[in-house]
């Protein structure tokens, strides 16, 4: 996974894409939103600041954590 800054030269394939956030999100505006590259990467961003950092991960990286989060395996976080 990388980090990609708000000034750097990567942050040209995150312009123009799609973002998304869950229709789970609460309406205050604290959600985290995905987006899918034209290289098959997915970046992830703080929808508060939408012009900040993103982190860019490999589709298998985020593939796995979706399944984890299916299965519950975060939901101790919440406790």
Known sequence: MDLVPPDSASNAALSGVTWRKSQHSNP?????????????????????HPSGPALVCAPADFSAFLAGARDGEFDSLLD
């Open 28 to 48: 205050s505006g604290n959600c985290v939103e995905i987006a899918g590259l034209p290289d098959g990467t997915v970046a992830i961003r703080n929808s508060r």
